[in-house]
């Protein structure tokens, strides 16, 4: 599985893909996305894929929980079980009892650019959130006069299901972007230890992976208020806010999950030419992009977890999203399932579960239009965002 990456990476469109043609990005427009695909085949399999029930194994439903979402990018549940839901544009939604509230809890469209693959990408809740009411979000900030676009965290204090604007807060600004409007990663979590983890892509420029110089292809940590903690990897060899970086060599890491308990992080990584990775989150590492993708042995980096090639089939694809770690807080799927790891593909529009105990992965549900993220709601349900249908759906076990 030793394969190099090779040659520029192409200019894509929204939601990590490969270069297919202009033609091929006008079908999936349509289905409203802006991709370009490694293959027509890949493509085409994922704009015939339906808006009706996924494919699931015995014992389990999907229901509907809201639709209505125009293009959403990452969800999460608030401590109380609202679930957010971000909107590429730049509005974060609020689904509250089954329902899509009518005003988004945050409009900030008006300074979004949602050009690509840049827009509204990431939302956090502070893991004092029922004292503080903080929410952090990860956005592209649109160029305004001389000042070019770029990425950044900031933090609003909620106030019922508003937030109070009065109290934006810069936390982290971010390395001004090229023209390149793809690569930019976008999640964000808080990890076990109280530490804010910010997953950011290259920008199309692979040598940014593996520099100490800028914040790009890399998992950074911060600490809530935006300072840097001192234990960083590479707090001492780099310097500024470069010293936030936490993992580097990185090309496009779009989502991530923190384990429940453990702290266990894994990364998910979209590839270019072949593979797809999941990478476990290691202080320090260096996963080896542009230098490879997919496993590798050279012992100057660390190879994945989990990878999986492009394709069309029911155990490739060419992008790999949402991912979540089955640890709720009260069990709703038999007991093999605890401790496993759910993971998307965009195109092909599956989702499998890797297992830590046997190293192996095994499907779960098919026939979903473009899932983007998952998560587990303290019940015990998985829950799938669905770009295609702009919709949430929720997993949930019926068996005995």
């Not at 006008?26 to 994922?46: E, N």
Request: proline residues 5%.
């Amino acid at each position: 599985m030793l394969r190099a990456a090779s040659g520029e990476p192409a200019d894509v469109a929204t939601l990590r893909y490969r270069a297919g043609g202009p033609d091929l990005r006008a079908l999936l427009l349509a289905f409203g996305f802006a991709l370009a695909l490694a293959s027509a085949v890949v493509l085409l399999c994922t704009v015939r894929q339906a808006h009706g029930a996924a494919s699931l194994p015995a014992g389990f439903v999907q229901s509907r929980v809201a639709g209505g979402l125009t293009a959403p990018t990452t969800m999460t549940f608030a401590p109380d079980g609202r679930i957010f839901v971000a909107e590429q544009a730049g509005r974060l939604r609020i689904i509250r009892d089954g329902r899509l509230l009518g005003t988004p809890f945050l409009n900030i469209s008006r300074k979004v650019d949602s050009a690509g693959e840049r827009g509204l990408l990431g939302v956090a809740f502070d893991p004092n959130f029922p004292a503080n009411k903080y929410v952090y979000v990860h956005y592209t900030q649109e160029a305004v006069g001389t000042t070019p676009a770029h990425n950044r965290v900031v933090r609003f204090t909620a106030s019922g299901n508003r937030a109070l604007l009065s109290s934006e807060k810069l936390i982290l600004r971010l390395k001004n972007l090229s023209s390149a409007r793809n690569h930019n990663g976008g999640a964000i979590h808080f990890g076990t230890g109280g530490g804010l983890y910010v997953a950011v892509g290259e920008n199309a420029n692979p040598n940014y992976a593996q520099s100490l110089n800028n914040l790009l292809g890399k998992l950074l940590r911060i600490n809530r208020d935006g300072t840097i903690p001192k234990s960083n990897p590479f707090y001492d060899s780099a310097s500024g806010k470069n010293r936030a970086i936490w993992a580097l060599g990185l090309r496009n890491p779009f989502s991530f999950a923190v384990q429940p308990g453990t702290g266990r992080i894994f990364i998910n990584d979209v590839g270019q030419s072949t593979w797809e990775e999941i990478n476990r989150g290691v202080q320090g590492a260096n996963y080896g992009w542009p230098a490879y993708e997919g496993s590798e042995t050279d012992p100057r980096y660390l190879a994945p977890v989990f990878a999986y090639e492009h394709g069309s089939s029911s155990t490739t694809g060419c992008a790999i999203t949402g991912g979540v770690f089955y640890n709720p807080a009260a069990r709703q799927f038999p007991v093999e399932y605890v401790g496993d790891y759910f993971f998307a593909d965009l195109c092909s529009g599956w989702i499998r579960r890797y297992d830590l105990a046997t190293d192996r992965a095994v499907g779960f549900a098919t026939n979903l239009p473009g899932p983007v993220d998952l998560d587990v709601g303290t019940g015990g349900n998985l829950f799938v965002l669905v770009r295609g249908s702009g919709s949430v759906e929720r997993i949930r076990y019926t068996g005995s």
